[in-house]
């Protein structure tokens, strides 16, 4: 088993930045993709960002241009860098790791963290 541990939420205002980080620990081969999934209150889980381990991205269309996602597969960590942060921001983070190489969908990741809060006010 896998298990993710996610820190650096946290509350901000409009415009500024904040660093999610993820701890990965465990059977950790042959994992693969990691990524970060949020969910708002009364919508969806949605994909932000993954990173296959091979170094391939793919970002959610509201994020993309303000959020970078990166590995560190010494440290086995996946770390979201993420800027000009907006209310719409305002969300549960999970941290999220698969087998396959990447993927947008929730359902072929097998691994989740517990999430950590990030809010953003105006």
């Known amino acids: 088993q896998v298990q993710l541990a996610e820190s650096g939420g946290g509350s901000v205002r409009t415009g500024e930045s904040l660093t999610l980080s993820c701890s990965a620990s465990g059977r950790l081969s042959p994992l693969n993709a990691m990524g970060w999934h949020r969910q708002a209150p009364g919508k969806a889980r949605e994909l932000v960002a993954s990173i296959s381990s091979g170094g391939p991205t793919i970002y959610g269309d509201s994020v993309k241009g303000r959020f970078t996602i990166s590995r560190d597969d010494a440290n086995n960590a996946v770390y979201l860098q993420m800027s000009s942060l907006e209310p719409e921001d305002t969300a549960d983070y999970y941290c999220?790791?698969?087998?396959?190489?990447?993927?947008?969908?929730?359902?072929?990741?097998?691994?989740w963290g517990q999430g950590t809060q990030v809010t953003v006010s105006s």
């Open positions: 999220a790791a698969t087998n396959l190489f990447i993927s947008t969908f929730r359902r072929d990741y097998e691994y």
